[in-house]
């Protein structure tokens, strides 16, 4: 999608180890937040960030940290992965007072 | 791609008939609502919005539907085309308490 990219699309790894997952986005934004989408779920909310190095968490965020040292970069840790974490995860950007998300072309993890 | 939900509410039309996705939301507070469309192997795309203070707006060849009383949103897409083909969702947002409600979706296929 136009102006936010992750990476990397895909990633396999074993239980136990930490995975960083990348959002870069060029429009500026504010927000940025990250998602996870199972089967049988709407997207789930994990952290959000309101500003450089201002960070919340989401309703799933159990197991997962964030880091925002630039605008542009927004970064999701699995910090000893577990096979629950299996899923597509997406980055999304929105403008204050904009509710309406731009969403990555996310990320398919596999924790075996 | 990304398979974005195994269970899903699935809807079959033929092309060049008109397709209803409906949505049941669940927060009486929520008063900005949007569709998005999710196609095999990409992020979510806004579709259309609709504010609570009205019942219908219309985009190219779509239209959404609110029901406040019943807490129900419906999707209509004229003279459906095979490209929308994908997963609908709707997400409801309580724009005062800054949260968002994605719904699981529904996986339109279009026979040609």
């Known amino acids: 999608d136009a102006g936010i990219t992750q990476s990397p699309r895909h990633k396999v790894t074993e239980t136990g180890t930490p995975v960083t997952l990348r959002c870069h986005q060029t429009e500026n934004h504010r927000y940025m937040y990250w998602y996870r989408q199972d089967p049988g779920h709407g997207l789930r909310l994990i952290h959000y960030s309101y500003g450089v190095k201002d960070t919340d968490k989401g309703e799933v965020s159990d197991g997962y940290s964030v880091s925002r040292s630039k605008t542009e970069d927004f970064l999701l840790t699995l910090e000893s992965a577990t096979s629950s974490q299996t899923s597509v995860y997406f980055c999304?950007?929105?403008?204050?007072?904009?509710?309406?998300?731009?969403f990555g072309s996310g990320t398919r993890l596999t924790v075996v | 791609g990304e398979s974005v939900g195994l269970h899903l509410p699935t809807l079959s039309v033929q092309e060049g008939d008109n397709s209803i996705i409906n949505c049941a939301y669940s927060?009486?507070?929520?008063?900005?609502f949007i569709w998005y469309k999710q196609e095999s192997g990409k992020g979510p795309q806004f579709i259309i919005d609709?504010?609570?203070?009205?019942d219908k707006r219309q985009g190219q060849r779509v239209t959404v539907l609110l029901n406040k009383t019943v807490k129900h949103l419906s999707l209509q897409i004229a003279a459906t085309q095979p490209g929308d083909s994908a997963v609908y969702f709707c997400?409801?947002?309580?724009?005062?308490?800054?949260?968002?409600?994605f719904g699981a979706g529904t996986r339109l296929f279009v026979k040609a």
């Open positions: 927060n009486s507070a929520s008063d900005y």
């Open positions: 997400a409801e947002i309580n724009t005062g308490g800054f949260k968002t409600i």
């Open positions: 999304a950007i929105s403008d204050p007072g904009g509710y309406g998300y731009t």
């Open positions: 609709i504010r609570s203070n009205m």
